[in-house]
């Protein structure tokens, strides 16, 4: 089956280090997400690409996070600097440009813990 | 816009009961609907979706899901729950038409006694 990869699935980190989590999309899926989930706020949007372009960040703190699409095989969401708030588990999903009537593929997730 | 509203954060049943899982949405247009199941430390699966044909949608492991328009619902359900559907479930929406972003539930856990 194909699949979303995303690294490192564990991530623990000091309070103001910069974190890089990566995922690889399904090849060919030309759309592609990041999300948070919290116990507290369950599922959120960060950002979405198309086409390697992004769509919509307004869901991600323009401060400290940024997500970047450099090929069609890559995308990565880089905090910086990583603060407490930001220990959650970011999944990445992939799909097509009708995915919409799909579904998306999740990736297993990178659980990250800022100390 | 659109969301959904997910009743009951935690739902238990016995082992061979009925699952029912509640899932109210709000769209502007015609939506598309999910349920997406997650188990402890992976990501999400999609479990079945509705895509404006039959109303009643069949799933991966016997779930099933109505669309009911007048209630805006797209409750989930199981005939008879087993141990492995011990999970979270997560409703999503999405605006048909062409592409769309979808946006979530907050999930209910559900928990299957023996």
């Known amino acids: 089956d194909a699949r979303v990869t995303q690294t490192p699935r564990h991530k623990v980190t000091e309070m103001g280090q910069e974190v890089t989590m990566r995922c690889q999309p399904i090849?060919?899926?030309?759309?592609v997400f990041w999300y948070r989930q919290t116990m507290m706020q369950g599922l959120e949007l960060l950002a979405y690409?198309?086409?390697?372009?992004?769509?919509?960040d307004s869901g991600m703190p323009k401060d400290r996070f940024s997500a970047e699409m450099p090929d069609a095989t890559l995308a990565t969401l880089k905090i910086q600097p990583s603060e407490p708030r930001d220990s959650a588990v970011y999944f990445c999903?992939?799909?097509?440009?009708?995915?919409?009537?799909?579904?998306?593929?999740f990736g297993s997730g990178t659980r990250l813990t800022v100390v | 816009a659109q969301s959904v509203t997910q009743l009951g954060s935690h739902v238990s049943v016995s082992e061979g009961a009925l699952v029912l899982l509640r899932c109210n949405y709000s769209?502007?247009?015609?939506?598309?609907l999910f349920w997406y199941v997650q188990y402890p430390n992976q990501g999400l699966q999609l479990l079945l979706k509705?895509?404006?044909?039959?109303?009643l949608v069949k799933g991966i492991n016997g779930f099933e899901a109505e669309f009911k328009k007048s209630e805006t619902s797209f409750h989930l359900t199981k005939p008879s729950a087993h141990m492995s559907d011990a999970a979270e479930y997560f409703c999503?929406?999405?605006?048909?038409?062409?592409?769309?972003?979808?946006?979530f539930g907050i999930g209910t856990k559900l928990q299957v006694i023996p």
């Open positions: 999903a992939s799909g097509l440009d009708s995915a919409g009537a799909i579904g998306y593929t």
């Open positions: 090849l060919g899926h030309n759309t």
């Open positions: 690409f198309r086409n390697r372009a992004p769509l919509d």
């Open positions: 769209s502007s247009v015609p939506p598309y």
């Open positions: 509705y895509t404006s044909a039959a109303t």
């Open positions: 999503a929406v999405s605006a048909s038409g062409g592409y769309q972003k979808v946006t």
